[in-house]
């Protein structure tokens, strides 16, 4: 079930080098918010602590409140594997497991965690995860067939249903479509937006465009300066963004004057 992710005075650090300073940022459930903002502004580190991955840099931590609902996800006495599940990750370069079948993929979230499926549950899994994941008709009738087989944009629908299949409330995507074909590209937005139905969804991307297709909400992300870390400037409806900025860095960027 979709779930309502809040950041209070966050904070990412890599080692002693303060990377994303102070986000407070509320993202409402059901709803697909975009991270926007020029390279080494902070996009990824910070999606990457919304489910504890960031801290698996070595060196890596991050300081302050991450509320799923009401549950501080980033408390030192929280399961990290826990909050994973609960918050899925789909990456920028589609990460099947290539010699594993299409089926495996699918359920692999459910073999690394030793948990033991009935034939019945395990088929019934996989065809919910990789019909929302819009694959279904393309590869029902070859489930066996390994995953690296499959195109790039197949590739990643399919990782798109392994993370769908453990049931998350939230969606983090890095650049999902950034090595993918326009065609694939238009695939993945289509899915993006029907994903919100029932999750919370986050995507970075370069692509402002793409940014203003499927975003409800959009947050704009800079560098105060070389050297210092980045923040979130703005952060409003996507039309908002796009057309009125409040802030003059939300302008120069979405105007095309840096970045
Ligand atoms: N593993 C790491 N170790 C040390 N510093 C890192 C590491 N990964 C990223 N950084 C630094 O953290 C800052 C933010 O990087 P990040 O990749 O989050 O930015 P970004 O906005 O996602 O950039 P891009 O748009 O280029 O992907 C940068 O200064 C970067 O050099």
């Known amino acids: 079930m979709a779930k309502r992710i809040q950041t209070i005075d966050l904070?990412?650090?890599?080692?002693?080098?303060?990377?994303?300073?102070?986000?407070?940022i509320e993202i409402e459930p059901q709803s697909v918010t975009a991270f926007i903002g020029p390279s080494g502004c902070g996009k990824t580190t910070f999606l990457r602590t919304l489910n504890r991955m960031h801290e698996v840099t070595p060196g890596a931590r991050a300081e302050g409140q991450i509320l799923l609902d009401d549950e501080d996800i980033n408390?030192?006495?929280?399961?990290?594997?826990?909050?994973?599940?609960?918050v899925g990750m789909v990456f920028q370069?589609?990460?099947?497991?290539?010699?594993?079948?299409?089926?495996?993929?699918?359920?692999a979230g459910y073999q690394l965690n030793g948990i033991r499926l009935a034939k019945s549950d395990s088929d019934a899994i996989l065809e919910r995860s990789l019909t929302g994941a819009n694959l279904w008709d393309e590869v029902k009738d070859r489930l066996d067939r390994p995953g690296g087989g499959l195109s790039g944009g197949q590739q990643q629908r399919l990782c798109i249903a392994r993370t769908i299949a453990?049931?998350?409330?939230?969606?983090?995507?890095?650049?999902?479509?950034?090595a993918l074909d326009p065609i694939s590209t238009l695939a993945i937005e289509d899915l993006i937006h029907e994903l919100k139905q029932?999750?919370?969804?986050?995507i970075v991307t370069h692509n402002m465009q793409q940014a203003?297709?499927?975003?409800?909400?959009?947050?704009?992300?800079?560098?105060?300066?070389?050297?210092?870390?980045?923040?979130?400037?703005?952060y409003d409806d996507t039309t908002t963004i796009f057309n009125n900025p409040a802030n003059e860095q939300t302008e120069a960027y979405i105007s095309g004057r840096f970045g």
């Open 166 to 178: 453990i049931e998350p409330d939230v969606i983090l995507m890095d650049e999902p479509a950034s």
């Open 212 to 234: 203003a297709r499927v975003a409800d909400k959009t947050a704009f992300f800079n560098l105060q300066a070389i050297g210092e870390p980045g923040g979130l400037i703005e």
């Open 93 to 107: 370069r589609p990460n099947p497991f290539p010699t594993m079948s299409i089926r495996e993929n699918v359920l």
């Open 75 to 86: 408390a030192p006495t929280v399961d990290p594997v826990r909050v994973r599940s609960t």
């Open 11 to 24: 904070n990412c650090y890599y080692g002693d080098f303060l990377a994303v300073k102070d986000v407070n």
């Open 198 to 202: 029932d999750y919370t969804v986050v």
